[in-house]
């Protein structure tokens, strides 16, 4: 997002995060409490919860309190449970920057589109650049409803692979991931990338491989 393209298409896994960028691209105002306060934390994740189960995942009030849980939760995570609910425990965090005005992200995000699909079902002209971040192939996979199994990530990188137009893959170095790329035609390079979430604090820089085809 930070090369601000005219136009493009974002798509992701999680609804959640779909539906907050849709409400960014609406300018989103934030009008419930935000604080970095553990009581609040989890009064804000019980209604939440209470939203997921009422159908009601795409209302304002959902955009705003998954924003206020991803900014005080522990680490960074976004994590759901097999029933769906947001799980992550109140962060320690000793000051948090929280925003309410979202207003100048209309226009920024005005011929942007976001959809919530499997990434198969994504359509591709032959000249788009794709730069896919799929979950890192590690134990976590619980970013969403359903997780990210190696299944996926294999069905991932060979769509990827058949793509005939510029494709950036990015994901951790592991052994299975290098040769899964390696196997399909990618250029491998490696990067030291900074670990802002983990689930259990760990700070320790992650090797990434970074994956690139027809550039």
Known sequence: ???????????????????????LKRGLHIEIELRNDKDLF????VRFNEL???????????ASLFYFLNRTGFNGLCRFNGSGEFNVPFGR????????DFSESREALRRWQFTCMDFE?????PGDFVY?????DVEFTQY???GFSWSDQERTAHRL????????????????IRRLYASLGFMLTHLEAPRRINCNGDRTPAIEVFATMNL
Not at 42 to 45: A, G, L, M, N, T
Not at 52 to 62: P, Q, V
Not at 93 to 100: D, E, F, P, T
Not at 121 to 125: D, F, I, R, T, Y
């Open 1 to 23: 997002m930070g090369l601000v393209p005219d136009r493009a298409l974002l798509n992701d896994v999680n609804p959640h995060l779909i539906n907050f960028y849709r409400w």
């Open 42 to 45: 989890y009064r804000h994740r």
């Open 52 to 62: 997921l189960r009422k159908k009601r995942s795409s209302s304002r009030e959902a």
């Open 93 to 100: 965090y000793n000051q948090i920057g929280y925003v309410r």
């Open 121 to 125: 079902s994504v359509e591709l002209q």
């Open 132 to 136: 896919a971040d799929p979950p890192y």
């Open 144 to 146: 969403a409803q359903g």
């Open 161 to 176: 692979a058949r793509h005939p137009g510029p494709v950036v893959l990015v994901n951790q170095a592991t052994d299975r």
